[in-house]
């Protein structure tokens, strides 16, 4: 089992920019597929990002592409989402999670699961001011 903490989360601007930290304990961080996902009240987690395990892979939602850069780094057992160009409709409690399955990276295409299908963190609130 894998325990995760995520950081960095606040208030920012329309057009700004933060950057979400997720530590990991454990020695086996590196074996996980990690994402991010990130929910409103009232609407269910979406998916957000995912990095494969050595970090040569990264895959995005459509509402995201272009504006959010999933990293890792395996050394610190941390994972990173650097949001750029934000809008209001991003603001959400953001989680880091760690996919427990086998197979979930296809040909270059990441295909998310159910809840129960990962390790979740507590949560950091983004919000974006218009």
């Known amino acids: 089992q894998v325990q995760l903490v995520e950081s960095g989360g606040g208030l920012v601007q329309a057009g700004g920019s933060l950057r979400l930290s997720c530590a990991a304990s454990?020695?086996?961080?590196?074996?996980?597929?990690m994402g991010w996902f990130r929910q409103v009240p009232g609407k269910e987690r979406e998916f957000v990002a995912a990095?494969?395990?050595?970090?040569?892979?990264?895959y995005y939602a459509d509402s995201v592409k272009g504006r959010f850069a999933i990293s890792r780094d395996n050394a610190k057992n941390t994972v990173y989402l650097q949001m750029n160009s934000q809008k209001p409709e991003d603001t959400a409690v953001y989680y880091c999670?760690?996919?427990?399955?086998?197979?979930?990276?296809?040909?270059?295409?990441?295909?998310?699961?159910?809840?129960?299908?990962?390790?979740w963190g507590q949560g950091t609130q983004v919000t974006v001011s218009s």
């Open positions: 990095i494969s395990r050595s970090g040569g892979g990264t």
């Open positions: 999670a760690a996919d427990r399955r086998v197979g979930s990276w296809i040909s270059g295409s990441y295909y998310s699961g159910s809840y129960h299908d990962y390790y």
């Open positions: 454990g020695r086996t961080f590196s074996s996980y597929v």
